[in-house]
């Protein structure tokens, strides 16, 4: 019996340990995501989700994915990839391509101009990443 709840014990401290570092990785998301923004908004008119959108579709075949791909890229919900998209799409970064076979599905396509602020951007973005020494060991 003293063993099952020295378990229990050992079980409930590791998972409150591991809570812990849960919260401490989603403060220091936040406090990242905060300072990019800051900055990459403040220069180049938009932030890290923005960025890290364009990022993906520059990677993409022919500079595009369907938002669902998308979606799954970036691990957001096809409604939160619309949501990002929205002002990039106004702001005449991306364009929205029908798919040639489905008509429900829709392409998002980055175009010049993305590919230009993009390009601008990625120095800013790494020297943010250097300097909150993002880049690993």
């Known amino acids: 019996m003293t063993i099952a709840v020295n378990l229990s014990t050992k079980l409930i401290a590791v998972s409150a340990n591991h809570l812990s570092e849960l919260f401490d990785l989603h403060r220091a998301h936040a406090i990242a995501v905060r300072r990019f923004d800051a900055e990459l908004g403040s220069v180049h008119g ?16 022919d500079k595009k994915l369907r938002r669902v791909d ?6 957001l919900t096809p409604s939160g990839v619309t949501w990002i ?3 990039l799409v106004k702001r005449r970064l991306v364009r929205s391509e029908a798919h040639e076979h489905d008509a429900r599905a829709s392409y998002a396509v980055l175009v010049d101009a993305g590919r230009e602020l993009l390009a601008d951007a990625l120095p800013t973005a790494r020297r943010i990443a250097a300097e909150l020494d993002l880049g690993g060991p």
């Open 46 to 61: 938009i932030g890290l989700a923005d960025l890290q959108l364009l990022h993906a579709l520059d990677r993409a075949p």
């Open 85 to 87: 998209l929205r002002p």
């Open 70 to 75: 998308l979606a799954a890229a970036l691990g």
